[in-house]
């Protein structure tokens, strides 16, 4: 009996006399039930040697979870539900990288310098700097953790108490009171069966057009065979929208800018926050009070641990201040998001939705869109103002329109968050909440047109020393004020003032009466733009120049990498790649170290600081998304960047690149700072925002007929969140 053979073609099972293919004899030795195929399997398994030594245990112990707990999911290890997919571009994805000057690099300047490059020279190896080893590795156990000792502010007041010991209705229980009368009919009520509801929400969630439904339920009585309350679907639409609960409605409003006017479409920024803050989906998770967390029992500094909203800074100084004038007063945190979105591929279609979210809420549950814990509060107008001929003077009605919108949709904040409103949460507890916008969430050119900025929205670093690696002085918000306040003075006087302040001369941004809060310290990063989408789209662009490693032997290693379950493989390589998304540029990270290791510069140079600045790059990208954060790792982080400065000239010298001044890379060194304010990246990740255009507004805008599109697609979008909110 043959003990196991592998053959080219196929293999022969002595056991059972049956010819198999190569793939599909060891399926068969693996799930047969005859003996005799069993005993070939077992011989197998003697012959080949195994990979446990005898004072290791037989098998890997079973996996209970690590420091982020154990509710994972295949898409925290980069899978998708029933295997592997290879990611497909996306538009949302595909944003220019904003630089003040010129990149450096040019498709015309690649040459075959790499054809000098003989493979066959003698076997070489990278020079090591001996002194440096990468950021310190941490052990397990001591890696910070989202569940460890916990402070509360010693204030005069209760944050969270409620203003009233009796409790009253949620969302729901109201709602439900509104049926009472047909409650007792129907549970499905105002529908009369359940076929009746399934119908209609099958109707607004996958089925076709009004015309379409119209045309079936007049086929043969089909309503009254099938018992349905409507019989077309104008009747289906007037329950939809009288009879059934859900979220804010749309309003319209008209703004005019520079003598022209537009629509806006947007909902009342204080219902928003009402429906996400009495969600009872939410009641069980919400969090009302700062803390503060450390690993260390002393609660040293340096063992305090980052990660949700509520763990970081801001929310408790601001507490504290907040307490101080009202005491037992509920913080409700605002985070904004816009980013503007292309609708369709050809006829440059576009959106620029805007989504609110509630720091209150867990960042598990916010960055998931089938909880929506975010809401899509209004659509911003897209126009390019092409009768301004003027650049300057385009830009700066732009920016205006930007906004007079902001501002006549979040103006209600003001007096929310000074005087603070009576809500009721999904527990049914009455709580006085001051509303107070915290975050916003977007790309570096919505960062600028936000803080009304030219180079860095939350420092005043000159243009000249974005490269530096060195952060200018935080921007000072009274001065900016004091600034804003001549607005309705000589123009002159005006613009002098703003120049002097480092921002832009806007009438009234939207922020400016604000109270708790300073813009500049409220922009977030952005790990897709900032880091995948630019720095790491550079670094790749840096190694694969001519004057570097080059494309070709780049592409071959990237065409022989075999097959593994945790990469993706480029089988035509990286550098033909075009559009690429923020998913590919993840999967280039994964490898490009593994890439470049080993190769040899093409003109002879030294590898040591060029590996030690992609290493820099690296660390530091992977550390900035920690799920929580400590003293240390942030130090690690920091280290990691200052690695990168200290070694990027490398690229310099190789003639790569002339200069450095790329403001989302001196946005990195803010990256710290916002942890420390506001938690982890995760609880402001553009990703977010960028999958929710794909149900607000794609999909939103394909069941329109293009045709006054926003009318619809928001008349649309209210059906749409009563279906999938009950």
């Known amino acids: 009996m043959s003990i196991y053979s592998i053959p080219t073609l196929d293999a022969f099972c002595e056991g059972c006399n049956t010819l198999f293919s190569s793939s599909g004899y060891s399926r068969h030795l693996a799930t047969t039930t005859n003996p005799r195929c069993r005993a070939i399997l077992d011989q197998a398994d003697e012959y080949m040697p195994g990979v446990h030594d005898q004072d290791q245990p037989p098998s890997a112990p079973c996996f209970e979870g690590d420091f982020f707990g154990q509710d994972y999911s295949e898409h925290d290890f980069g899978r998708e539900p029933g295997g592997y997919q290879h990611p497909t571009d996306n ?107 399934e119908f209609a929400r099958w109707v607004k969630l996958r089925g076709p057009g009004s015309t379409a439904i119209n045309e079936l339920l007049a086929l043969d009585n089909m309503a009254e065979k099938l018992g349905l309350s409507y019989k077309n679907s104008v009747e289906l639409h007037k329950i939809t929208d009288e009879s059934l609960p859900g979220r804010p409605r749309f309003k319209r409003e008209e703004i005019v800018v520079a003598g022209e006017s537009f629509d806006i479409y947007f909902r009342d920024v204080i219902e928003c926050v009402r429906a996400l803050f009495r969600n009872p989906e939410f009641a069980a998770y919400l969090v009302f009070s700062p803390e503060q967390h450390y ?80 809401i899509l509060l209004d659509y911003l107008p897209t126009t390019r103002l092409k009768h301004i001929t003027s650049p300057t003077s385009r830009r700066r009605a732009l920016a205006n329109l930007f906004h007079r919108g902001m501002k006549l949709m979040l103006d209600p904040l003001v007096e929310a968050g000074k005087h603070g409103l009576p809500m009721r949460g999904g527990d049914g507890v009455l709580r006085r909440c001051h509303l107070l916008f915290a975050a916003f969430v977007g790309d570096y050119p919505e960062q600028l047109l936000v803080t009304c900025t030219k180079v860095c929205p939350t420092c005043d670093v000159p243009r000249d020393e974005l490269g530096s690696g060195d952060l200018g002085e935080p921007r000072d918000l009274q001065a900016v004020l004091e600034a804003l306040e001549l607005v309705d003075g000589p123009p002159g006087e005006f613009f002098a003032a703003c120049r002097g302040a480092g921002i832009k001369p806007i009438v009234h941004p939207f922020w400016e009466g604000f109270p708790y809060t300073n813009i500049f310290r409220a922009i977030t990063p952005d790990i897709l733009h900032q880091l995948y989408q630019a ?46 998304s923020g998913q590919e540029h993840r999967d280039i990270a994964r490898i490009v170290m593994g890439l470049i290791v080993d190769l040899r510069l ?83 990740n553009t990703q977010t925002t960028e999958r929710l255009h794909i149900d607000y507004a794609k999909d939103a805008y394909n069941t329109s007929n293009t045709r006054n599109a926003f009318a619809q697609m928001t008349k649309w979008l209210e059906r749409y969140s009563v279906t999938t909110t009950l």
């Open 91 to 197: 538009n949302d994805d595909e944003i220019q990288d904003v630089e003040i000057q010129d990149d450096g690099i040019q498709d015309d300047e690649i040459q075959d310098d790499h054809l000098d490059f003989d493979p066959n020279e003698p076997d070489w190896e990278p020079e090591v700097d001996e002194q440096y080893q990468g950021p310190p590795l941490h052990d397990e156990e001591h890696l910070p953790s989202e569940s460890d000792n916990k402070l509360f502010p010693k204030s005069k007041g209760n944050p969270g108490a409620p203003i009233s010991s009796q409790k009253g209705n949620n969302e729901y229980q109201a709602s439900q009171a509104q049926f009472e009368h047909t409650s007792a009919r129907s549970p499905y009520a105002p529908f009369i069966s359940r076929l009746d509801w």
């Open 295 to 374: 690993s260390d029992p002393a609660c040293h500094s340096e063992h305090r641990i980052y990660h949700e909203m509520h763990t970081g800074k801001w929310w408790w100084s601001t507490q504290i201040a907040l307490e101080e004038k009202t005491p037992g007063a509920t913080i409700i945190p605002i985070i904004i998001s816009s980013d503007k979105t292309q609708l369709t591929l050809f006829r440059g279609k576009t959106a620029y939705p805007v989504y609110l979210t509630i720091g209150n809420i867990p960042k598990e549950i916010r960055k998931k869109p089938s909880r929506q814990a975010q």
């Open 535 to 580: 720095l790491i789209k550079h670094l790749v662009a840096w190694l694969t120049n001519s004057k570097a490693f080059g494309p070709i032997e780049v592409d071959a290693r990237c065409r022989r990498m075999p097959p593994n379950h945790t990469t993706r493989l480029f089988t035509k390589g990286i550098t033909t790649l075009s559009r690429v």
């Open 602 to 684: 093409l003109n002879g140079h030294s590898t040591t600081r060029l590996l030690l600045a992609v290493r820099g790059m690296l660390d530091f990208l992977y550390l900035a998304q920690y799920k929580a954060h400590r003293s240390t790792t942030l130090g690690d982080m920091d280290a990691a960047l200052r690695k990168f400065h200290a070694n990027k000239n490398i690229f310099v010298d190789l003639g790569v690149r002339a200069r450095f001044q790329l403001p989302k890379l001196h946005n990195a060194g803010h990256y710290r700072y916002s942890i420390e304010l506001f938690g982890t990246t995760e609880n402001y």
